[in-house]
């Protein structure tokens, strides 16, 4: 199994490149730097939100989903987890926030993840523009994954970034197939599972210590 997906792995970064796509360049770059919008991973909810309202000031929040109870009682109180603004023109930007717990400080707030969507209009021309900007941005992608996505990570050795490292990921397209581009926005994802799964790790920590500590 895992030969076969190497094998798929290697078949869809030759046919990206085959088809004048930019190639990887292998080289593992620091996801802590990068940024999306000017918002980085690890950064305050403060920061992040003002730098937002400066490069934004139209944006409209679209939804918001709080923390769950697990979460709120590391933290100290409920907080917005997750935030989606509207920017217009069919752009939207997301950004996940997580208690601190990487540096043993759950009172504050973090940006764990920053999500870029473009919903509408044609997915190819989409894909197109976002690839072009990315790559002026950021430069050639490191890897390049079966379904064409651009990823940019450290490797660690690995020929394609792993799942439970920090990694910024543009989607060329479902895996499934949807071509409904509302089902199927084109993405540029920032995003640290390390601080995602610590942040989980720490509130069931946290409950079950707490649901231990019995009166007497």
């Known amino acids: 199994m895992k030969k076969l997906l190497m094998a798929l792995m290697l078949c869809g970064a030759a046919l990206a490149q085959a088809e004048g796509e930019v190639k ?10 990068l940024d999306i919008s000017g918002i980085r991973l690890g950064m305050s909810q403060e920061e992040a939100l003002k730098i937002l309202k400066e490069k934004f000031p139209n944006a409209s929040k679209e939804n918001e989903r709080k923390s769950g109870e697990d979460l709120s009682k590391l933290h100290g109180k409920s907080f917005v987890r997750f935030a989606m603004f509207n920017m217009g023109d069919g752009e939207t930007i997301g950004i996940q926030f997580e208690p601190n717990v990487l540096e043993n400080k759950p009172q ?7 999500l870029y969507f473009l919903d509408e209009g044609d997915s190819d021309t989409n894909v197109k523009r976002m690839r072009k900007d990315a790559v002026k941005k950021f430069g050639a992608p490191v890897a390049i994954d079966m379904f064409g996505g651009y990823e940019w990570c450290d490797l660690g ?29 084109t993405a540029l994802i920032l995003f640290s599972p390390p601080l995602q799964k610590a942040a989980s790790e720490a509130a069931e920590n946290n409950a079950v210590n707490t649901s231990k500590k019995l009166k007497l």
Do not use: H
């Open 24 to 33: 990887a360049t292998g080289k593992s770059v620091d996801v802590m730097k």
């Open 108 to 114: 504050e707030l973090v940006v764990a993840g920053v």
């Open 157 to 185: 050795g690995k020929p394609l970034c792993e799942d439970d490292k920090p990694i910024l990921r543009l989607k060329k397209k479902n895996p499934l197939g949807k071509k409904n581009s509302a089902e199927n926005p």
